[in-house]
């Protein structure tokens, strides 16, 4: 079974910076694409960005682009969401999911870490 498992969340104030990581244990697997995704509350969950594990490619919503960056380092199994420009709409809880390769979509999912941004 996969274990994703994040950390690096935290307080900060707006115009600040957060990197959260997140490690990929348990059965070897092979990941088509990794992923981060926010849910605020009272809100849907959203995609924030994700990268393909084989070659690098990047996506990111639009409400982040320009100030997140999404990384990974292939033969540690993890990826990371550096967070620069903070505002306070960014705050949610933050997850990180892996689209394995032959699933359809995201199907493992860590517990999250939040992420909350003062004004």
């Known amino acids: 079974q996969v274990q994703l498992v994040e950390s690096g969340g935290g307080l900060v104030q707006a115009g600040g910076s957060l990197r959260l990581s997140c490690e990929a244990s348990g059965r070897p697997f092979a990941a088509y694409a990794m992923g981060w995704f926010r849910q605020a509350p009272g809100k849907e969950r959203e995609f924030v960005a994700s990268?393909?594990?084989?070659?690098?490619?990047?996506y990111y919503g639009d409400s982040v682009t320009g100030r997140f960056t999404i990384s990974r380092e292939i033969r540690k199994y993890k990826v990371y969401l550096q967070m620069n420009s903070l505002k306070p709409e960014d705050t949610a809880v933050y997850y990180c999911a892996a689209h394995r390769v032959g699933a359809q979509q995201y199907d493992a999912w860590g517990q999250g870490t939040q992420v909350t941004v003062s004004s």
């Open positions: 990268i393909r594990w084989s070659g690098g490619t990047t």
